[in-house]
């Protein structure tokens, strides 16, 4: 009788168990929070009201040190690293524009011809994403039943955030303020249309104004020394680039949460049994991507934490928090700083990637006669030129060795690498990093890696990076899925994040995710 009694207790025990497994969440909601810091976070926190962010302290998983494998991040890689579970070295998103050695032009990374733009004159598709997502395996494992929308004040997030399969993707046309699309997904729908009709940006823009929120300056206590004077931006006042200005402002966020409550309010996503998934963006950077006043990034930070909390309200109203599993990730990068004033006397240069080309070819035309070897540079990525090595029958892995052995004694360079070490090279800490972020039908022949305090010039494509090596915190936090409220300082790998929300939802993980779902950790 008494082991009749503990196996019945041990085969209840397991049915819930079983029966609680197989319980998903309705909603889906990952935001991803373009630029965010844990420091900055956790610096500003008595700026705060108490249901944002310390709401999430409060009851959430807190991942204090969110790690990114691969190096030369930027949003597109970082979106689509979280959304496909790896890194561009498989879903082939090596940064928001590459180098197209057919076209010999840069490429942006959701660029397609193939479709039009709705409320935009771009073209966008995701097809140049080679790895499924998170999304796409939603969408397969419930046949098209569960609803997906992506929301996004940046094309390459809201398209590369959607997938393959998503029912919409939306964002902000910076020529016109519109929210936009693209007909990859289908039409735009009535109520989209209807929302820039009445309430979009341009209707509001020449009357914002971005100034402190709070009025007492002295509450900005981040390196008070600098706050004795406040600062104010009218929107309205630029003539050509007022709408990609207000993007880099914390009203974008609140821009965001409004579209995102029309959409839940006009939609059935999340109000029934079938699991959705809502994909939104803010933007945390630098106001203009310059880093300016420190006071403007604490103020953005106060705004930002206001928005997550009227998102959090927005979604328990409308869906009832304890139907939804919330993320919040970064996209683990920073916008790339000035270089140092002279007068702090911080060793320092210009790593010049037009000379450094020219010199380059004069080298190699003084090894194998006369010719065009380097044919571009993006970046800080060299090109050969394959055809005219085959034709003179010259060895590829011989010419990129005598191309490194020459980069290497610039003055400058830290670093260089080649395409054929990357694939093919013995493993170290470093090269690793540079192997994930590498795509060998995108990327680049060499590859040049300047000192720290040095910047990396590209006069023909307007790209000029201060070379600083310091570690970004990135956070991950989690609310609902049965996640314990806890603060982990452990640092855990970005992978982790499309395989985790697949496990709660008990589908498979998409394609090229090799890592294991995050479990409840303490």
Request: contains cysteine; charged residues 20%.
């Amino acid at each position: 009788m008494n082991k009749l009694f503990a196996s019945l207790i041990t085969l209840f025990a397991f049915a819930g168990l079983h029966a609680q497994s197989l319980e998903s969440p309705h909603l889906i909601v990952q935001l991803t929070i373009d630029q965010l810091r844990t420091d900055y976070l956790e610096a500003f926190s008595s700026l705060y009201g108490e249901d944002g962010f310390k709401r999430l302290w409060r009851e959430a998983m807190v991942i204090r040190n969110l790690q990114f494998s691969y190096k030369d991040r930027d949003r597109a890689s970082s979106v689509a690293t979280i959304y496909t579970g790896t890194t561009p070295s498989l879903h082939g998103i090596i940064g928001e524009s590459w180098y197209d050695i057919s076209t010999m032009h840069p490429v942006y990374c959701v660029d397609d011809p193939a479709y039009m733009g709705i409320s935009t004159g771009k073209s966008s598709s995701p097809v140049r994403l080679l790895a499924s997502t998170v999304t796409d395996e939603l969408k397969i494992f419930t046949q098209h039943k569960s609803k997906i929308y992506a929301v996004s004040p940046f094309r390459d997030a809201a398209v590369l955030s959607a997938g393959h399969n998503a029912d919409a993707a939306f964002w902000i046309d910076e020529d016109n303020g519109k929210w936009c699309g693209t007909t990859y997904y289908g039409v735009m729908p009535s109520w989209a249309a209807e929302y820039n009709n009445t309430k979009s940006i341009d209707n509001r823009i020449s009357n914002i104004v971005w100034g402190p929120y709070y009025n007492n300056i002295g509450r900005y206590k981040y390196l008070p020394t600098w706050n004795t004077v406040g600062f104010k931006h009218r929107f309205g006042d630029s003539k050509t680039d007022k709408y990609a200005k207000y993007l880099t402002s914390p009203y974008i966020n609140d821009e965001v949460n409004s579209f995102t409550s029309i959409l839940l309010s006009n939609t059935e996503i999340g109000k029934d049994d079938v699991p959705d998934m809502l994909c939104l963006t803010y933007y945390a950077g630098n106001y203009e991507h310059q880093s300016r006043n420190t006071l403007e990034l604490q103020d953005a930070y106060v705004r930002l934490d206001t928005s997550v909390a009227s998102l959090l309200s927005m979604l328990d109203k409308q869906v009832g928090l304890k139907n939804v599993l919330f993320l919040i990730t970064s996209t683990g990068y920073f916008d790339a700083e000035d270089a140092d004033m002279p007068s702090y006397r911080i060793p320092q240069g210009e790593f010049n990637m037009k000379h450094c080309s020219a010199l380059l070819n004069m080298y190699l035309m003084a090894l194998y006669v006369n010719g065009q070897y380097v044919e571009g540079y993006y970046g800080n990525q060299l090109f050969l030129n394959h055809k005219l090595i085959e034709r003179k029958k010259l060895d590829m892995e011989t010419v990129q060795e005598k191309a490194i052995a020459f980069l290497v004694q610039f003055t400058g360079v830290d670093e260089a690498h080649s395409a054929h070490e990357l694939m093919n090279g013995a493993w170290s800490p470093q090269l690793d990093e540079i192997r994930k972020g590498y795509y060998r039908l995108r990327s680049g022949d060499l590859f040049v890696t300047a000192l720290p305090g040095w910047s990396v010039v590209d006069e023909q494509h307007h790209i000029n990076k201060v070379v600083r090596n310091g570690y970004i915190p990135a956070p991950l936090i989690i609310l609902g899925g049965g996640y314990k409220p806890t603060i982990i300082n452990t640092p855990v790998n970005v992978d982790c994040i499309a395989p985790t929300i697949a496990s709660c939802l008990h589908i498979r993980a998409p394609n090229a995710s090799k890592a294991a779902s995050l479990q409840n950790i303490q």
